[in-house]
């Protein structure tokens, strides 16, 4: 037993050891991927549920390594954190499904780009600025950028980031509250953010017709939504029975693998043709 205990200490230790070292061997990995740009962006679809066109996209980085292989996002989004990296994706990130808005414009499809904020992106006082700045250089009008900050954050904004928010809503951009229902303990910053649009988090919809409690609360939180004169995106929509049901509780778009999975921006044109002819 004793030796056990022995063997046990040294496979954790070297556990660890192995844990830095990954660790120190992904960030140098992010550092060199952020000066290289070397990230892709995806594009996952929002339908209407009334009349099933496809109403825009949400941007999602990518990063596929050449000795790593694919890192996903919650693998190195919370790194780039901790790193203050983070900005630079997230502006890279917009840069790109800006330049794509624009496409999509200019072939007869006029749909929203939504694009994820960290919490860290409004503690920059230039934000606004940058903004605007890659707004007039792709020419995408304000009024199709969709900016998205998770419901926990929204909860504990400051002052200096409401102001932000308020400066780029001014612009005509809209925000929207992703994984909406997750936070749950306070909806008073639905009062003191310039908020359009919440998106109700994956883990309502997945059991929405199993469990009657889930289903409840997705026709409550519309309900809540509608009142406060915002627009209701469900997020992580699978079939079709999900879809009905929020059809039927008067939610307004589903996102999610049943209308696609992420796409590259070279599928997204042959993607929104093919609607247009559904
Ligand atoms: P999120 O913003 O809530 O994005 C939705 C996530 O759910 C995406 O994962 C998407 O691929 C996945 N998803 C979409 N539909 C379905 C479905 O029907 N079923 C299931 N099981 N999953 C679905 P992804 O791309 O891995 O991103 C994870 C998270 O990483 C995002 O959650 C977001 O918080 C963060 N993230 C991704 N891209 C960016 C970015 O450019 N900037 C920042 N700051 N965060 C990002
Ligand atoms: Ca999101
Ligand atoms: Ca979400
Ligand atoms: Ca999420």
Redesign the pocket.
Known sequence: AKDEGKGRFKFYSTDMTQRQERRLELESALRAAIEARAFDVHY?PKQTLRGGAIAGFE???RWHHPNLGHI???DF?PLAEELGL?TQ??LF?LEKACAVGVECLERGHPVTMAV???SLDLKNPDLPTLVAGILTQTGLPAEMLVL?ITESFAMEVGQGQSNILQHLTALGISLAI??FGTGYSSLSYLKALPVNSVKID?SFVRDIGNDARDTMLVSTIVGLAHSLNLKVVA????DNQQKDLLHHHLCDEA???LVAR?MPADQIFGFLDQAALN
Request: cysteine-free.
């Open positions: 996952q941007a999602l980085v996903p996002p919650i989004i983070i994706i997230d990130v994820n904020l960290s998205e992703d994984d994956r997020e992580g929509v699978e996102q999610g693998y992420p």
